[in-house]
Each structure stands twice: as structure tokens, then as C-alpha cells.
């Protein structure tokens, strides 16, 4: 989408159209409302700075939309598209890592108490293996800052992904 037909939606459309990036409704409106950018670098920006804080209710709540490492949401929503997109470096015919994150995931849901969340994007199998084993030895306060921080890295590449075609900067 053009960031000039961004700018322009309604505002219900506009928040229609972010929340796949991130389903945390302050987020999502606080940039709707701050519309019109003048290019996708400022949009950005934006977004990152309405991503600081997370409160821990909007964690707890954005996570419920996201699936396991290694596991593909079969839905046909905005969302699962993002979703499968990122996690395209983990070869679900590579069943040793394979096997190795669905352990790892029990243990740190066992752990947590939430799925392992991490921005997948760019990243092989094997790097988000090491991640995941390296992450379950942390404090859960040292998990929920993580955390944090990967729902922000993932909005944003999600959020730059969406406005990003057919702009010209």
C-alpha cells in the first residue's frame, strides 16, 4: 500500500488495516491518529516511539495472536500471511530442529507461561534454536523486557512490509 493511501483511509479502515501488524489497540490508534505522514521513515519512527512502553496487559493480550516457532497458522487472515512469511526459515522438513523447538517451546511455556516469541524474520531455524535455549535460562522479568522488545521489532517490520510497496521516497 502507498503510504499517500495510508494517509487517506478512514480511520476505521486504517485501524482495520495496521492491527494484523499488532493487535494492541493503543498502538494502533495512536498512529492512525497522528496521520498524514510525510514518508515511511516518519511513520516508523512513530510507530516505535507508541511502542515504548508496552504495558504488560497489551503484551499478554498481542501475544494470543501469535503461534508457536515452527508452527504455521493455517488461517487465511492478514495475520497468518505475516505470520508464515516470517517464520520462512524454519524448514518444517528439518525434523531434528524441528523436534528441538517443539521442546524447547513446551519448556518455555512451562517456564513463562506464554509462547516463545521472537522476530523470525531473517533468521534460520537453527539461530532461533540457539536464541530459544539461550532465552529459557532468563528471569521472567528478563523475559518480559525481551518480549517486549520482539513485539516491537515485529510490528515494525510488519508495519514497514504493509506501507512500503510502491512508495516513492
Not at 3 to 26: G, H, M, Q, Y
Not at 43 to 69: D, Y
Amino acid at each position: 500500500m502507498e503510504l499517500a493511501v495510508f494517509n487517506s483511509l478512514e480511520r476505521d479502515e486504517a485501524i482495520k488495516t495496521l492491527t494484523p501488524c499488532l493487535d494492541i489497540s493503543r498502538w494502533v490508534e495512536t498512529i492512525v491518529d497522528a496521520r498524514p505522514f510525510a514518508n515511511v521513515d516518519d511513520l516508523l519512527a512513530h510507530a516505535n516511539k507508541a511502542a515504548h512502553p508496552f504495558t504488560p496487559a497489551e503484551v499478554e493480550s498481542a501475544m494470543a495472536h501469535h503461534p508457536r516457532i515452527g508452527e504455521r497458522p493455517k488461517a487465511q487472515t492478514t495475520e497468518a500471511a505475516m505470520s508464515r512469511s516470517e517464520q520462512a526459515g524454519v524448514d518444517p522438513g528439518d525434523n531434528q530442529t524441528t523436534a528441538a523447538l517443539a521442546e524447547g517451546n513446551r519448556a518455555y511455556e512451562e517456564k513463562f507461561g506464554r509462547v516463545f516469541l521472537i522476530r523470525a524474520a531473517g533468521r534460520s531455524a537453527e539461530e532461533i534454536l540457539a536464541t530459544l535455549q539461550e532465552r529459557i535460562t532468563h528471569t521472567p522479568e528478563e523475559e518480559d523486557t525481551i518480549v517486549a522488545g520482539q513485539l516491537r521489532e515485529i510490528a515494525l517490520l510488519r508495519l514497514s512490509g504493509l506501507v512500503s510497496e510502491g512508495v516513492n521516497a
